[in-house]
């Protein structure tokens, strides 16, 4: 287990002045130490006050493999389930956060959508993000060929079959 906690820990380049890449991804990422070893974790969108706790593996001093991170900030608790690449989210990932579960395929850190299922609600939500990550509609409902396309992962989070010790 090791924590995280914002402050001037995060490293940004040059003046401000951040350098994008073909993924979307600034180069100049925002990465956070991750404990005394000097483990560290991007994060794209960092929040003031915020706490993170990685459990899992720590290689060449990223954060790599599957793991569960618990990020604290605001009063509000987010628990993300999901493998690290290289100390970016790379792949499936789940994350709960005040009685919804959503889902994000992740590519190099960045998501390509985000698909939500608040607890005890029929009607899961969807919505598109930009390269960047950020979202650029509101949540909406699925439509009936999303509910298919979608099935797999809606299955998963009403069982619960995503959790990482």
């Known amino acids: 287990m090791r924590k995280v906690t914002r402050g001037g820990l995060r490293a940004i380049a040059g003046a401000g002045v951040l350098t994008m890449s073909v993924w979307g991804a600034a180069l100049a ?7 005394g070893d000097g483990c560290k974790m991007w994060n794209p969108y960092p929040e003031k006050n915020e706490s993170i706790v990685w ?5 060449n001093g990223l954060a790599d493999g599957a793991g569960r991170v618990v990020e604290t900030g605001g009063g509000v608790t987010v628990t993300a ?3 690290l690449v290289a100390g970016k989210v790379h792949g499936d990932y789940y994350y709960e956060k ?9 590519v190099h850190g960045i998501a390509r959508q985000t698909l939500c299922l608040d607890s005890g609600a029929s009607a899961p939500t969807i919505r598109a993000v930009d390269l960047q990550g950020k979202a650029v509609e509101a949540m909406r ?3 009936a060929d999303e509910r298919v396309i979608y099935k797999t992962v809606l299955e998963t989070i009403v069982a619960k079959s995503y959790v990482i010790p």
Do not use: N, S
């Open 55 to 59: 459990h899992g593996a720590c290689r």
């Open 141 to 143: 409902p699925l439509t």
């Open 29 to 35: 990422e925002d990465w956070i130490v991750v404990g």
């Open 98 to 106: 005040q009685g919804r579960t959503c889902y994000e395929q992740k």
């Open 81 to 83: 389930y999901g493998t």
